[in-house]
């Protein structure tokens, strides 16, 4: 099995970073993997996507240009690759950010309001993983036992005590029924 995974937003979300759990995720979990960032050159505020694909075989191309999966954070990235998605995909959005919805019956779509949570639970900063929480409930592609290893794995050192805050926004995602 094949997830070609697409997370989108602003610099300054957490995109590349969330994109980099995942990868991490699929490793700990033996897998074939990819992570390809994509960002302008505004940095924060400017647009920021991250291609991962984690597989049973050998993957062909680092670039997801028909993700199965596409994760939101902002209206721009749900307008622009909505329709990549392939037919049967999942669209995970962050409906604190993003304005409208998707349109389309072929695919399985999720609104979280991760911003919004993440502020109530005093987690800021964490809105791009409750929304993999939420992934990972949906499409069950790595354990959440898998998720804390690459959690560990991927939080520097020096920021050690983020990564109770990481567990904590996973399973605010991983809780939320929506």
């Not at 959005?93 to 005093?122: C, E, H, W």
């Not at 964490?126 to 959690?151: D, Q």
Request: proline fraction near 5%.
């Amino acid at each position: 099995m094949t997830h070609d995974i697409l997370l989108a937003g602003f610099g300054g979300q957490g995109i590349l970073f969330a994109g980099k759990i995942l990868a991490y995720s699929g490793l700990m979990d033996e897998k074939e993997v990819s992570w390809l960032p994509s960002y302008g050159p505004e940095m924060r505020g400017g647009t920021c996507n991250c291609s991962v694909c984690i597989s049973d075989e050998p993957i062909g191309s680092p670039l997801v240009v028909e993700p199965s999966i596409l994760v939101v954070m902002n209206t721009p990235s749900l307008e622009k690759f909505k329709d990549s998605v392939k037919p049967g995909g999942f669209i995970i959005v962050d409906s604190s950010m993003v304005d409208g919805t998707v349109d389309r019956t072929d695919v399985k779509s999720f609104y979280i309001p991760a911003t919004q949570l993440a502020q109530d639970n005093d987690l800021a900063g964490g809105a791009n993983i409750i929304l993999l929480g939420k992934l990972f409930k949906e499409t069950g592609i790595v354990s959440a036992e898998t998720f804390k290893k690459a959690v560990e794995k991927v939080v520097p050192a020096k920021k050690a005590a983020l990564a109770a805050n990481n567990l904590k926004a996973l399973q605010i995602g991983i809780n939320y029924e929506g």
